[in-house]
Structures are given as C-alpha cells and as structure tokens.
C-alpha cells in the first residue's frame, strides 16, 4: 500500500511541476501501469502513413509491436527507475504483455460496448476494457484465459469461436495501451478505465464469456 501511495504522490508531483509534452513520453503513464495496476510495460513502435518505425517493408503490424531488443519494464519498479529508462526511447508507444498479469479477450468494438453495457447491468464484475483505432476490444482477464477459450465456448454451446468473431490473447502477445496511437489511425483509448481492484485481479473469463459470444453472435447476425 504505501508503494502504491508513494508512486501515486511521484506521478502528481511530476504532473503538477511540469506541462505534458506527451503522456506516452515522459514516462508518468508508464509508472501509472507498473505502480499502481502492476503491469508490465514494454517500449513500442510507431507508425505514420501506414509504415512502421521498425523499418520492415513486411511488417504485420505496423505500430503495433515492441521495439527489437527493447527493455521490459517490470511491474513495480520504482518512478525514477520508470522513467529513467522510458526516457531512452522518446516517442516509443506503450505496448502491454499479455499473459502475465491477464489475458485478453478481444471482440469488435461495437458487440465490446454492447457486451460492457450489458455486463455492467447485470452487475458482472468486469476489469478495464480498451479500444483499438481499427474497431477492436480488449476485454482484460484473469491469465489462462486465451488457452481455456476454445473449451469454454464449447461448454457455453457455442463451437466456433471464429465464427463469433472473438478471440484469445495470451503469452507471447502484446497489446497498445492508451494513450498510445496506431499512428493515422488515431489511439487507443480506455473504454472502462483500471482500478485497483480489477486491474490487479481481472475477472475469471467465464463471468463474462456468456455474455460477450452471445452479443457477438447477435451483431454477426
């Protein structure tokens, strides 16, 4: 807790005591993840005009993926220790590894915001909800999720996941924080913003799963 106290007070004092070039750039948001949600962070590419800073012809994911050799920022580490290394790569873009402290489910962003709406009305506990530029939610879960999926959605009656247009992501994937961008495309943004309480213990995937495949099939329809 008092960690916890500690980077909050560093992340405000170093807000209040300079303006902002860019959130993503100076380091505090990056402390935000890994002080108070407990997420690791790892340094990102940019994209501009459809090309990625990595300088691939062939990238597949243009502004989307970590930096070659890039630095994972351990979840926890201290602010000066955050932003010292942040600050070696100025304009870098948030990328998140999954499947460590959650996994994600990801939907169409528009059977996302139906689902969260839903979801919120019944009461279901839910964690933080992203959205990606190009029409994509990010539901955080608890880790184990991405390999559970298939069987899950099988047990729920529903056989095709790919049908419903909705997928797992775990260990070896990373996805864009806010308020990171995908370059022309725009940034990502919190639908449902962390707390403490569900950015540290995301939801089991089954709470919300019923809930998600249903409104996915019925927005596929």
Not at 2 to 30: K, P
Not at 116 to 129: S, T
Not at 207 to 218: D, F, I, M, N, Q
């Amino acid at each position: 807790m008092g960690f916890t106290i500690g980077i909050s007070r560093g992340i405000r004092d170093i807000r209040s005591g300079s303006r902002r070039r860019s959130r993503s750039s100076d380091g505090t948001v990056v402390a935000e993840y890994t002080g108070l949600w407990g997420w690791e962070v790892v340094p990102g590419v940019r994209a501009a005009a459809g090309t990625c800073s990595c300088g691939r012809a062939d990238c597949r994911a243009p502004g989307a993926h970590p930096l070659d050799r890039a630095p994972v920022i351990r979840a926890g580490a201290p602010l000066d220790e955050v932003t010292t290394i942040w600050s070696e790569f100025p304009g870098a873009s948030l990328m998140l590894p999954v499947g460590r402290a959650f996994d994600v489910i990801e939907v169409a962003e528009a059977a996302g915001r139906h689902a969260l709406a839903r979801l919120e009305r019944m009461g279901l506990p839910v964690g933080p909800v992203a959205a990606t530029p190009d029409g994509r939610a990010h539901f955080f879960v608890a880790p184990g999720a991405a390999a559970a999926l298939p069987e899950l959605l099988y047990r729920m009656g529903w056989d095709d996941p790919a049908a419903l247009d909705l997928h797992g992501l775990g260990p070896g994937t990373h996805i864009t924080a806010p308020p990171s961008d995908r370059g022309d495309l725009g940034p990502v943004r919190w639908l449902r913003s962390p707390a403490l309480d569900s950015a540290s213990r995301p939801p089991e995937a089954r709470l919300l799963l019923g809930t998600l495949a249903y409104v996915a099939h019925r927005s596929g329809t």
